[in-house]
């Protein structure tokens, strides 16, 4: 199975934020799925992909993110 690897993302505060986040993660190579839970915060990406992309990724779209486990 493909790994999957979750993050605390900061900043999101509607669905439109949750989709900007979701197609952020889509769009970098690797990534075979993302949702985030707006309740949360928490994104869940599956694929093989260095964390350090996703946060670089989510830094630009403008939310934060840390790695969690
Ligand atoms: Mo809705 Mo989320 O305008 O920034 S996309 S609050």
Redesign the pocket.
Known sequence: DLPVQRLQVAG??????VK?IEQALLSVTGVMDAQMDLASGIASIIGTVQPNDLIETLERAGFPAVVVN
């Open positions: 999101a505060t509607c669905g439109g934020c900007s």
